[in-house]
């Protein structure tokens, strides 16, 4: 069965500091593999997906097969980054979700 | 752009009692995701449609029941509700095609039972 694990519940930084959410998983086959972030009273949204490759807000997350992780990163948090971030997973297109317990990043200022 | 609509936006209801929880997917969205979000946990799959069939099922008890209808909303019933039904509802959808593994989530139900 699948799992994503998010090792950090809160994280705290500066503004302008560098920022790594960690996210882990298991699964045997080839997941596709996404964060989603939940600003304060908002819904779920997506953030990014790992087969697009792309930088959104700032934020970037390399897929590394090896070591079955997906951090997200971005150089220079700003107060607006705070919020719930999920890592997710789902086995193929269209299936399920299987989400991380979370990550609360507060940008500080 | 429309996104997808959730209601009610809140619900309190009584132990035993039943609820119906209301999924309005975006607009040519053909597929529907319900997730249970228990207090201070991570989004817990209960169960899916496509094209009006079940296509998935997750940890959904047999107490609740789910349908999706001809215009593609769907509800999810719940009954004989017990005081861990207390959770936030999230509904999903998503296109078959163009970004199928892009699931886009309404902003969910909360649920308290007393």
């Known amino acids: 069965a699948q799992r994503v694990t998010q090792p950090e519940k809160l994280l705290s930084v500066f503004k302008g500091a560098p920022v790594e959410l960690k996210c882990n998983y298991s699964y045997s086959g080839s997941p596709e593999l996404f964060w989603y972030v939940q600003y304060s009273r908002q819904r779920l949204q997506l953030l990014l997906r790992?087969?697009s490759r792309e930088s959104i807000k700032g934020f970037t997350a390399d897929l590394n097969k090896g070591e079955t992780s997906f951090h997200l990163k971005k150089p220079f948090a700003q107060e607006e980054d705070s919020a719930m971030y999920y890592c997710?997973?789902?086995?193929?297109?269209?299936?399920?979700?299987?989400f991380g317990e979370g990550t609360q990043l507060t940008v500080n200022p | 752009a429309a996104g997808v609509i959730q209601s009610p936006r809140h619900l309190i209801k009584e132990k035993r009692e039943t609820a119906t929880l209301k999924c309005y997917p975006i607009p040519r969205h053909d597929t529907v995701y319900w997730y249970q979000q228990g207090p201070g946990q991570d989004p817990q799959f209960l169960i899916s449609?496509?094209?009006?069939?079940?296509?998935d099922k997750g940890s959904i008890p047999d107490r609740f029941s789910a349908q999706q209808f001809s215009d593609y909303h769907s509800e999810l019933n719940m009954s004989s509700l017990e005081l861990g039904d207390s959770a936030l509802y999230f509904c999903?959808?998503?296109?078959?095609?163009?970004?199928?593994?892009?699931?886009?989530f309404g902003p969910g139900t909360r649920l308290l039972v007393l």
């Open positions: 449609f496509y094209e009006k069939m079940q296509s």
């Open positions: 999903a959808s998503s296109p078959s095609r163009g970004n199928p593994e892009t699931q886009y």
């Open positions: 997710a997973l789902t086995e193929t297109s269209g299936s399920r979700l299987t």
């Open positions: 790992h087969i």
